[in-house]
Protein backbone atom coordinates (compact mmCIF):
# COMPACT_ATOMS: atom_id res chain seq x y z
CA UNK A 1 0.00 0.00 0.00
CA UNK A 2 1.82 3.67 -1.42
CA UNK A 3 0.37 6.81 -1.02
CA UNK A 4 2.73 9.76 -2.39
CA UNK A 5 5.73 9.94 -4.35
CA UNK A 6 8.10 12.68 -4.30
CA UNK A 7 11.09 13.27 -6.10
CA UNK A 8 13.11 14.50 -3.76
CA UNK A 9 15.01 11.95 -1.06
CA UNK A 10 14.56 13.94 1.80
CA UNK A 11 10.87 13.84 1.33
CA UNK A 12 10.63 10.40 1.64
CA UNK A 13 9.07 10.12 5.08
CA UNK A 14 5.48 8.38 6.16
CA UNK A 15 3.22 8.20 3.32
CA UNK A 16 5.06 9.80 1.02
CA UNK A 17 8.07 7.53 -0.35
CA UNK A 18 10.80 8.75 -2.44
CA UNK A 19 11.19 8.12 -6.47
CA UNK A 20 14.68 6.61 -5.65
CA UNK A 21 12.95 4.21 -3.46
CA UNK A 22 10.77 3.19 -5.43
CA UNK A 23 11.95 2.57 -8.49
CA UNK A 24 14.22 -0.13 -5.95
CA UNK A 25 11.59 -1.46 -4.88
CA UNK A 26 9.99 -2.00 -8.29
CA UNK A 27 12.84 -3.80 -9.62
CA UNK A 28 12.88 -6.04 -6.98
CA UNK A 29 9.40 -6.60 -7.16
CA UNK A 30 9.59 -7.45 -10.81
CA UNK A 31 12.53 -9.73 -10.42
CA UNK A 32 10.77 -12.07 -7.45
CA UNK A 33 6.85 -11.48 -7.82
CA UNK A 34 4.00 -11.45 -10.43
CA UNK A 35 1.73 -8.86 -10.14
CA UNK A 36 -2.02 -8.53 -10.77
CA UNK A 37 -5.02 -6.63 -10.91
CA UNK A 38 -7.64 -7.95 -8.69
CA UNK A 39 -10.23 -8.17 -11.54
CA UNK A 40 -7.84 -11.04 -12.52
CA UNK A 41 -8.28 -12.65 -9.45
CA UNK A 42 -11.73 -13.04 -9.06
CA UNK A 43 -12.35 -16.39 -11.35
CA UNK A 44 -8.85 -17.65 -9.44
CA UNK A 45 -8.85 -20.72 -7.31
CA UNK A 46 -5.22 -20.43 -6.64
CA UNK A 47 -1.58 -18.58 -7.51
CA UNK A 48 1.23 -20.54 -8.44
CA UNK A 49 3.79 -18.38 -8.18
CA UNK A 50 5.02 -15.37 -5.70
CA UNK A 51 1.91 -13.03 -6.50
CA UNK A 52 1.78 -9.20 -5.10
CA UNK A 53 -0.80 -6.62 -6.31
CA UNK A 54 0.25 -3.23 -5.86
CA UNK A 55 -1.69 -0.73 -4.96
CA UNK A 56 -2.23 3.48 -4.70
CA UNK A 57 -4.73 5.22 -2.26
CA UNK A 58 -6.09 8.97 -3.38
CA UNK A 59 -4.95 9.09 -6.82
CA UNK A 60 -3.02 11.85 -6.72
CA UNK A 61 -1.18 13.52 -9.55
CA UNK A 62 2.12 12.36 -8.05
CA UNK A 63 1.25 8.99 -8.83
CA UNK A 64 0.86 9.74 -12.33
CA UNK A 65 4.01 11.86 -12.76
CA UNK A 66 6.68 9.89 -10.69
CA UNK A 67 4.86 6.27 -10.37
CA UNK A 68 3.23 5.63 -13.10
CA UNK A 69 6.14 5.22 -15.31
CA UNK A 70 8.13 3.37 -12.69
CA UNK A 71 5.22 1.06 -12.86
CA UNK A 72 5.81 1.19 -16.63
CA UNK A 73 9.20 0.75 -16.59
CA UNK A 74 9.41 -2.47 -14.63
CA UNK A 75 5.56 -4.14 -16.76
CA UNK A 76 4.49 -4.05 -12.99
CA UNK A 77 0.28 -4.10 -12.80
CA UNK A 78 -0.93 -2.17 -9.83
CA UNK A 79 -4.84 -0.92 -8.78
CA UNK A 80 -5.21 2.66 -7.88
CA UNK A 81 -7.86 3.58 -5.07
CA UNK A 82 -10.28 7.19 -6.27
CA UNK A 83 -11.60 9.07 -3.52
CA UNK A 84 -14.53 10.19 -6.05
CA UNK A 85 -15.62 13.35 -4.64
CA UNK A 86 -11.89 15.20 -4.74
CA UNK A 87 -10.91 14.21 -8.22
CA UNK A 88 -9.66 17.30 -10.18
CA UNK A 89 -9.34 19.11 -6.61
CA UNK A 90 -7.06 18.40 -3.66
CA UNK A 91 -6.78 15.70 -0.54
CA UNK A 92 -9.24 18.18 1.29
CA UNK A 93 -9.96 15.40 4.07
CA UNK A 94 -5.71 15.94 4.99
CA UNK A 95 -4.22 19.59 4.29
CA UNK A 96 -5.26 19.90 1.06
CA UNK A 97 -1.60 20.16 -0.27
CA UNK A 98 -1.91 17.05 -2.69
CA UNK A 99 -3.32 17.38 -6.05
CA UNK A 100 -6.06 14.80 -7.10
CA UNK A 101 -6.01 13.29 -10.66
CA UNK A 102 -8.27 15.40 -13.07
CA UNK A 103 -11.28 12.72 -14.91
CA UNK A 104 -9.03 13.60 -18.20
CA UNK A 105 -5.85 12.12 -16.35
CA UNK A 106 -7.53 8.80 -14.93
CA UNK A 107 -8.81 7.99 -18.21
CA UNK A 108 -5.46 8.30 -19.74
CA UNK A 109 -3.89 6.04 -17.34
CA UNK A 110 -1.92 3.05 -19.47
CA UNK A 111 -3.82 -0.58 -19.35
CA UNK A 112 -1.63 -1.63 -16.13
CA UNK A 113 -2.94 0.72 -14.00
CA UNK A 114 -6.43 -0.99 -12.71
CA UNK A 115 -8.88 1.35 -10.83
CA UNK A 116 -10.85 0.69 -7.94
CA UNK A 117 -13.36 2.64 -5.32
CA UNK A 118 -11.67 4.71 -2.43
CA UNK A 119 -15.92 5.18 -0.90
CA UNK A 120 -16.96 9.41 -2.29
CA UNK A 121 -15.95 11.21 0.92
CA UNK A 122 -13.22 9.44 2.23
CA UNK A 123 -14.59 9.10 5.48
CA UNK A 124 -14.23 6.92 8.51
CA UNK A 125 -17.07 3.62 7.81
CA UNK A 126 -16.78 3.21 11.04
CA UNK A 127 -18.30 6.92 11.96
CA UNK A 128 -21.18 6.48 9.26
CA UNK A 129 -24.95 4.85 9.27
CA UNK A 130 -25.60 2.25 7.19
CA UNK A 131 -28.07 4.89 5.59
CA UNK A 132 -24.54 7.02 5.09
CA UNK A 133 -23.09 4.31 3.86
CA UNK A 134 -25.06 3.34 0.91
CA UNK A 135 -25.72 7.30 0.21
CA UNK A 136 -21.68 7.06 -0.20
CA UNK A 137 -21.71 3.74 -2.68
CA UNK A 138 -24.69 5.64 -4.82
CA UNK A 139 -22.20 8.79 -4.83
CA UNK A 140 -19.99 6.66 -6.24
CA UNK A 141 -21.96 4.92 -9.26
CA UNK A 142 -23.36 7.52 -10.30
CA UNK A 143 -19.84 9.38 -10.25
CA UNK A 144 -18.63 6.25 -12.28
CA UNK A 145 -21.41 5.84 -14.88
CA UNK A 146 -21.38 9.95 -15.04
CA UNK A 147 -17.32 10.01 -16.26
CA UNK A 148 -17.64 6.68 -18.06
CA UNK A 149 -14.72 5.40 -16.33
CA UNK A 150 -13.85 1.58 -16.19
CA UNK A 151 -13.83 0.89 -11.99
CA UNK A 152 -13.39 -2.48 -10.78
CA UNK A 153 -15.63 -3.27 -7.59
CA UNK A 154 -12.57 -3.31 -5.24
CA UNK A 155 -12.79 -1.32 -2.57
CA UNK A 156 -9.79 0.32 -0.20
CA UNK A 157 -11.64 1.38 2.81
CA UNK A 158 -10.85 4.74 3.78
CA UNK A 159 -7.70 5.13 6.50
CA UNK A 160 -8.85 1.27 6.56
CA UNK A 161 -11.54 1.81 8.84
CA UNK A 162 -14.57 -0.21 8.84
CA UNK A 163 -16.43 -1.77 12.07
CA UNK A 164 -14.86 -4.29 13.16
CA UNK A 165 -17.47 -6.00 15.73
CA UNK A 166 -20.33 -7.72 15.81
CA UNK A 167 -23.33 -7.15 14.18
CA UNK A 168 -22.15 -3.82 12.69
CA UNK A 169 -19.28 -5.77 10.87
CA UNK A 170 -21.27 -8.49 9.31
CA UNK A 171 -24.10 -5.72 8.62
CA UNK A 172 -21.08 -3.78 6.69
CA UNK A 173 -19.89 -7.02 4.54
CA UNK A 174 -23.57 -7.42 4.03
CA UNK A 175 -24.02 -4.27 2.58
CA UNK A 176 -21.31 -5.00 0.70
CA UNK A 177 -22.39 -7.62 -1.24
CA UNK A 178 -25.64 -5.59 -1.77
CA UNK A 179 -23.61 -3.07 -3.79
CA UNK A 180 -21.90 -5.80 -5.85
CA UNK A 181 -18.46 -5.17 -4.18
CA UNK A 182 -15.88 -7.79 -4.74
CA UNK A 183 -13.01 -7.33 -2.77
CA UNK A 184 -12.73 -5.05 0.39
CA UNK A 185 -8.89 -4.11 1.64
CA UNK A 186 -8.31 -3.19 5.27
CA UNK A 187 -4.58 -2.20 6.29
CA UNK A 188 -3.54 -5.31 8.68
CA UNK A 189 -0.11 -5.49 7.89
CA UNK A 190 -0.17 -9.31 7.36
CA UNK A 191 0.20 -11.28 4.60
CA UNK A 192 -3.05 -13.15 2.96
CA UNK A 193 -3.07 -16.47 1.91
CA UNK A 194 -5.09 -16.89 -1.76
CA UNK A 195 -8.10 -17.38 -1.64
CA UNK A 196 -8.88 -15.24 0.21
CA UNK A 197 -10.21 -16.22 3.98
CA UNK A 198 -12.62 -13.35 3.84
CA UNK A 199 -12.71 -10.85 0.71
CA UNK A 200 -14.10 -7.73 2.62
CA UNK A 201 -10.88 -8.24 5.31
CA UNK A 202 -7.71 -8.46 2.65
CA UNK A 203 -4.50 -7.52 4.37
CA UNK A 204 -2.32 -4.47 2.85
CA UNK A 205 1.27 -3.78 3.50
CA UNK A 206 1.64 -0.08 4.68
CA UNK A 207 4.99 0.53 2.93
CA UNK A 208 6.51 4.13 4.62
CA UNK A 209 8.41 6.14 2.89
CA UNK A 210 11.27 5.97 5.57
CA UNK A 211 11.76 2.54 5.22
CA UNK A 212 15.43 1.21 4.47
CA UNK A 213 15.28 -1.20 1.63
CA UNK A 214 15.78 -4.24 4.52
CA UNK A 215 12.73 -3.22 5.99
CA UNK A 216 10.99 -3.14 2.77
CA UNK A 217 12.30 -6.55 2.27
CA UNK A 218 11.38 -7.40 5.27
CA UNK A 219 7.32 -6.47 5.55
CA UNK A 220 6.47 -8.18 2.42
CA UNK A 221 8.58 -11.31 2.76
CA UNK A 222 7.13 -11.74 6.43
CA UNK A 223 4.94 -9.03 6.97
CA UNK A 224 4.70 -6.89 10.50
CA UNK A 225 7.81 -6.97 12.18
CA UNK A 226 7.93 -4.36 14.72
Known amino acids: MYHNINPAPEKSSGLCISVEKFEQQCAYIQKKYTTYHFSELEKRQSLTTKSLIITFDDVTENQLLYAVPILEKYNLKATFFIPFAYVGATDLWNNGTEKIMTVAQLKRLPKNIELGLHSYHHKKYSSLTT ?76 IKGDYSFVKFWLKITFGKFF
Open 131 to 206: DEIQADFEACFDWIKHENIAVFNALAYPYGNYPKKKPLKNLFFKQLQQNNMVYGLRIGNKLNKFPFKNPFEIKRLD
